[in-house]
């Protein structure tokens, strides 16, 4: 990282990876059925992400539990990943992006952004979580503090979750920073993403800023779209989401047809049939039905299942599955196998796990 002026610049292959589109998982926290924190299977977590064909991987984040922060877990879990993607990443002559969740009143915002650029990590995701009533410019001010210390990936959370409503004014003026890498645009609103969108046009830093998805419940129509302006065209180069925590490898073949079909011009109708699959996937693991309540240990549950996890149990006790969700999720892997991994895992998992 380049650190020549007031805010620290992301290396250049960084900068290219994103824009050419990367898988980046939300990392989960691998917990035993004690629920005390398990290194051996956080570790065979990454390294299961890296052999997917992940491009990135985000630490610290939502899917990762922010009570990772309370209960002293920040810095390891950020260290073992980083470490692990680094080992991996050795033998194939691979590069893994790191982008290191940020979360907080503006001081503990600071500090985390300084201990993920001590630890390696290539770019902030920065929440905006528990900030409801500041207003536009006490964002912009908290957003540059954090960028003196490591590049930034914006984050529109939606509201359901903690995130709050952000205006097209507002994204505008984040965009002025210069050392943004990325957007995750996490709306689940077609008006909201669209007012990200248009901001990144209209900010003429298409070159620059790279859009990934969030929007887990329209995942593949956002990687098919794009959205045009006086400076271009715009569209989202790949998905940072908890939804490609699980079935990795299905979601990296995914995004690569994806790329080659917005290339071509042309999408296939039998691919909003897919883009309705993927959705509904998403809306067992998530549990959607439930206001979201389940989406953590909905995605535990199905590493569990796969073996790369012991137990489903998060931090927060009351954080579980809701009723009737182990049932759905039975039901869109027995419709959809084809957007599983199972056999994959299966014929790496021992290797993952064993050391």
Known sequence: MVH?????????????????????????LALTHRRQYDPRRQRALTR??????????????????????????LEPVLSLARETAEACDTAPGRSTVMIAGVCGTTPQAVREASLARELGYHAGLLSFAGMNDEVDAELLAHA??????????GFYLQPAVGGRLLSQNFWERFLEIPNIVGIKVAAFNRYQTLDVMRALVLSGRTKEVALYTGNDDHIVLDLLSTTEGGTGAVGFAGGLLGHWACWTSRAVALLEEC????????????????????TDMNAAVF????GFAGCIPGVHEVLRRQGLLEDIRCLDKTETLSPGQAAEIDRVCREYPDLTDDAFVREHLDEWIGS
């Open 4 to 28: 020549t002026g007031e805010f620290p610049t992301a290396p250049a292959w960084v900068r290219q990876s994103l824009h050419r589109g990367l898988v980046i998982p939300a990392h989960p």
């Open 48 to 73: 299961y992400y890296h052999a997917a064909g992940a491009g990135g991987l985000a630490v610290g984040v939502h899917t990762t539990q922010f009570g990772i922060r309370q209960h002293g877990l």
């Open 144 to 153: 540059r503090a954090v960028a003196r210390e490591i590049p930034l990936f």
């Open 259 to 278: 790329r080659q079909l917005r290339a071509g011009g042309v999408v296939p109708a039998a691919w909003l049939t897919r883009a309705l699959q993927v």
């Open 287 to 290: 549990d959607a039905a439930n």
